[in-house]
């Protein structure tokens, strides 16, 4: 079965700083998909960045870029020019076949993020 | 457009009651899967509908159920609750272009 893990339970960064939340994860499929959701106190699960495993190309959207090193199974997420917004949990998840042509996702247990002033 | 919506927002139920949570997708999509998330950790999948089919299960007792109809809403239903049951129940709508679009989420408390 696929696990997720994120090592770091919280962390913080002042605002326009640079921080890293780190990801890796367990699987024998070749072939998946990696996700980034943010959850804010509003609770709804917000995607943030998706990474196509046959990609070799590290994904990127505006301040939130990826390091993903299949070969280690791990997928980093860093976020550029952090912003108050920013602030929220993180869930890094990885999408496993389920049969036929349907699909789940598996989460880790988050990382708060806290943005200082 | 309007975003994958779920109701009620609250609830409080009391062990050993039923409870039946609703989930409307995003227009177009067909697909729905449902999530339990207990506070402090990450969602886990529950259920995936397909054309009101059940296409995916989680390891989840029997007491969860869940259905899809045909305008593609779906309502997960759990029954005989226990206080472990407490939790944010998230529905999310699939489609192959879009992928996950989860909504809000329907925070359950069982007293």
């Known amino acids: 079965a696929q696990t997720v893990t994120q090592s770091q339970p919280e962390m913080s960064v002042q605002e326009a700083e640079t921080v890293t939340l780190s990801c890796t994860y367990d699987t024998s499929e070749s072939d998946y998909y990696l996700f980034w959701y943010k959850q804010p106190p509003s609770r709804q699960m917000i995607l943030v960045i998706r990474?196509?495993?046959?990609?070799?190309q590290n994904a990127t959207e505006n301040r939130f870029s990826v390091n993903f090193q299949k070969a280690a199974k791990s997928f980093s997420l860093k976020i550029s020019d952090s912003q108050l917004g920013d602030a929220a949990m993180y869930f890094c998840?990885?999408?496993?076949?389920?049969?036929?042509?349907?699909?789940?996702?598996?989460f880790g247990k988050g990382t708060l993020l806290t943005v200082n002033p | 457009d309007a975003g994958v919506t779920q109701s009620p927002t609250h609830l409080i139920k009391t062990r050993g009651q039923q409870v039946t949570l609703r989930c409307s997708p995003i227009?177009?999509?067909?697909?729905v899967s449902w999530y339990q998330q207990v506070l402090g950790q990450g969602p886990q999948f529950i259920f995936q509908y397909y054309e009101k089919e059940e296409r995916g299960r989680g390891n989840f007792p029997d007491r969860f159920s869940a259905r899809q109809f045909p305008n593609y809403s779906s309502e997960l239903n759990v029954n005989a609750l226990l206080l472990g049951d407490s939790a944010l129940y998230l529905c999310?709508?699939?489609?192959?272009?879009?992928?996950?679009?989860f909504g809000s989420g329907t925070r359950l408390t069982v007293v």
């Open positions: 990474q196509e495993a046959y990609k070799q």
């Open positions: 227009s177009g999509h067909k697909s």
């Open positions: 999310a709508s699939t489609s192959p272009l879009q992928g996950y679009t």
């Open positions: 998840a990885y999408r496993s076949f389920i049969g036929g042509s349907n699909y789940k996702l598996t």
